[in-house]
């Protein structure tokens, strides 16, 4: 389960000014948001006297896997804006040591965004083949069951 006072104090911008998660932290995190309505997890361990029981919601991690894609976009846009300004720094400071510290700075920049990008994107692809991977083995399972009780 979520500890959604953790979060208020390590990622307060999920939460409103009156404490509650906004309406984008709850897509984004559907185990906080179900946390805070007081409902099951899109995966959730439970131990029981038999052991270890997983439940799994498919569809929340295809809607997770579907946000982690849409970020991976945003990252791409939002992180490589900053160039423009950047440009015209190091144009306007040629000659000058800060010159080749913007420079280096940037390349820095560019390739922590794009490591960024590819991992988000592939959170996003695993979150996705996790989902289908969940679903083929419960139709699996079904199938397997029908089978024996014919």
């Given at each position: ?39 099951t ?38 992180c ?11 144009s ?18 560019q ?11 592939t ?13 083929a ?9 029908a089978?024996?009780?014919?």
């Amino acid at each position: 389960m979520a500890d959604l006072e953790f979060e208020r104090r390590m990622n307060p911008w999920l939460f409103d000014s009156s404490g509650n998660l906004t309406a984008d932290a709850k897509k984004q995190f559907p185990d906080l948001a179900a946390a805070a309505a007081g409902t099951t997890a899109p995966v959730t361990v439970a131990a029981s006297g038999g052991g270890q029981t997983v439940t799994t919601n498919p569809g929340l991690l295809r809607t997770a896997g579907n946000n982690a894609a849409a970020l991976q976009g945003s990252v791409r846009t939002e992180c490589g804006q900053p160039w423009e300004h950047v440009n015209s720094a190091v144009s306007s400071l040629m000659g000058f040591d800060l010159c080749a510290g913007l420079n280096n700075a940037w390349s820095v920049w560019q390739e922590q965004t794009h490591t960024l990008e590819l991992a988000i994107g592939t959170i996003g692809r695993n979150l996705q083949t996790t989902a289908q991977n969940y679903e083929a083995t419960e139709a699996s399972i079904h199938s397997q069951f029908a089978q024996q009780h014919d």
